[in-house]
């Protein structure tokens, strides 16, 4: 079929901001991302990601895509198989019919992802748009060009074990009306992301950020100094690599404030974008200096006391800021 692929900073609002738009429905990442109230902030010590603190920078696997399509007012299509054949011969089917379909996978298990930035991780999201014997291709939206993959290794992504299992999740655009006006949406969308970041609970948003500044002050003294280069890069991992595009998902949440600007003729919304940049910039000097700490390449001026502080930055300047996109 004629699937046209785009690159994107994150799997999950890259896929369907591209099935989306394979239907007729033009959507950039930036605003299925927002439409998706995919931002977010969660530090969790006591659930465990390889074996070290659960950190989220966005909302969970799967919620984005259900949010958009909602708030888009299409049907979206979800099956789950425990039987690996029957999995298959489901998604042939829909190829068949023209029908690109995403895919929940296990980015370890994926041939074409370099090696070096495979890990285990179940919730990978992907599109498969066609068939060639056993070859499927494949646009997966962090890659910068449509690629393969061979129907054992696909088969073994899509039932990879462990955390967030796929257990074969497969899902497809079965309607979609008349093209919505999403300003309203998108407002509807600010202000519910907005109310989550400035969730009272400590472990979550603003105070879930303030939470990780004291938390990590003292990792020195509670933890080996292995330990505590492990514990900081799975923050930084989290907040740079891990589908983010950088800066905890802050820049891709800016991309999607100043298309709300321009989409809802309201310039207050343009100057929150730059004031989410700013943030954006803050997050990326705690995770320089972090790395700076992890490699033995810190400065004079480089401490765990200042690292905090800049945490305690971020989590000011956000709470200002989603307090003032509460009001517009």
Known sequence: ???????????????????????????????????????????????RLNHLPLIAYREMAGAILKAVVRAVGARLEVQKFRDPHRAMTALDQLLERGIPVGLQTGIYWLPYIPRAFRFHFNAHNLIVYGRRGDEYLISDPVMPWPTTCARADLIRARFARGALAPKGKMYHISALEQAP????????????????????????????????????????????????????????????EIGTGGGGFRFLYAAFLQECGDLCSDPRLADCSLKMTAAGDRWRDFATMAARFCKDRTREDDSFLMMGDILRDCAEMEEKLFRELLLL
């Open 1 to 47: 079929m004629n699937f046209n692929h785009r690159q994107t900073a994150h799997c999950e609002s890259g896929a369907i901001a591209n099935l989306l738009t394979h239907h007729g429905l033009e959507l950039s990442e930036p605003m299925a991302f927002g439409l998706g109230r995919g931002l977010f902030f969660g530090y969790f010590p006591f659930i």
């Open 181 to 240: 006006s999403l300003a309203p949406a998108a407002r509807t969308a600010i202000k519910k992301t907005a109310a989550r970041l400035l969730n009272p609970v400590p472990l979550f948003g603003v105070k879930g950020i303030r939470f990780l500044a004291k938390r990590l002050q003292k990792w020195p003294e509670k933890m080996s100094p292995e330990q505590v280069k492990l514990h900081l890069s799975q923050v930084i991992r989290m907040q740079e």
